[in-house]
């Protein structure tokens, strides 16, 4: 899992700033669109990268969360076959057309009633890429055969489109009975999380801060000089003229200086924050 990590940085592939791993990194990514626990999710490819091991245990929380009523849209690339067979429903795609939708498990039977058995010893997924691909220097052959497939499936198309409405319909159904329930939290409870999100973000920039720090010295520094040696009582006027004409574009400086870094940090953590609230 991801807890030997908790408490790294995710880092940057731009910024050279070193964090966790390519692996690690991803699983978090699938980690943080799973938080809300959200009806309806779409994967795609979320194994890539990973090794047999992770790609199992990812797939295996995709399946569970599928057996509690959400609905799962998922693609992936040449699955192991035990990472393969956790799926419920295939939907496979040649040349822009359906060749295959329904139960997984009836998937080896369907294609052997086309004449194309998959070998005891084949992982079935990589089995049906094999058939429906098309093969360099078989390329016509290759057409053929995958047309002979999708006209196949095309002939009982219409009764299963009639099918999946209903099937959808009680899922969503369910999914809305479950989530209705739900609630946020308290607004305390929000304020205490969201101002620890920005004590860590402003601990881990040291630099930033460092220079914040330095900034309001100098500035400091210069507003102090202002009043050096004001003692002189004459062109009084004049002199409080002028320190009030400086005193004017330091404030201004100031209040720009605080008010930028806080508008800029809007469209950046925007989406974190809509993400919280759904």
């Known amino acids: 899992g991801l807890a030997k990590v908790a408490h790294n ?6 910024g050279g700033t070193r964090g966790i791993s390519g692996g690690e990194a991803k699983r978090l990514a699938f980690a943080t669109e799973v938080l809300t626990d959200p009806p309806l999710l779409f994967a795609d490819e979320p194994t890539s990268g990973l090794d047999s091991f992770a790609a199992r245990v ?6 569970s969360m599928a057996d509690n009523g959400r609905t799962i849209l998922c693609t992936i690339h040449q ?6 067979a956790q799926f419920q429903q295939l939907l496979l795609f040649a040349e822009g057309r359906t060749a295959y939708l329904g139960p997984l498990s009836q998937a080896v039977d369907y294609f052997s009633g086309l004449g194309y058995k998959c070998p005891s010893s084949f992982n079935p997924a990589d089995y ?3 058939t429906l691909a098309v093969k360099p220097g078989a390329v016509k052959e290759s057409k053929e055969r995958i047309k002979a497939v999708t006209d196949s499936y095309a002939e009982k198309e219409s009764s299963a489109v009639r ?3 209903q099937a959808a319909s009680q899922t969503m159904t369910k999914v809305l009975r479950d989530t209705s329930h739900q609630h946020g939290e308290s607004r305390l409870t929000q304020f205490r999380v969201v ?4 004590w860590l973000n402003t601990s881990r920039e040291p630099q930033v801060v460092k220079v914040q720090a330095l900034s309001s010295l100098v500035v400091g520094l210069m507003v102090g000089l202002i009043f050096l040696q004001i003692t002189d009582t004459s062109k009084v006027s004049e002199r409080v003229q002028n320190v009030s004409g400086v005193l004017f574009f330091v404030m201004t400086q100031l209040s720009f200086n605080a008010a930028f870094p806080v508008v800029q940090s809007f469209p950046l953590e925007m989406p974190v924050f809509l993400r919280d609230h759904d």
């Open 163 to 165: 099918e999946i409405p």
């Open 9 to 14: 940085k995710i880092g940057s592939t731009t």
């Open 195 to 198: 101002a620890y999100r920005t």
């Open 58 to 63: 990812v797939i295996q929380h995709l399946a």
């Open 79 to 84: 699955p192991p076959s035990e990472v393969f």
């Open 128 to 130: 049906f890429i094999y």
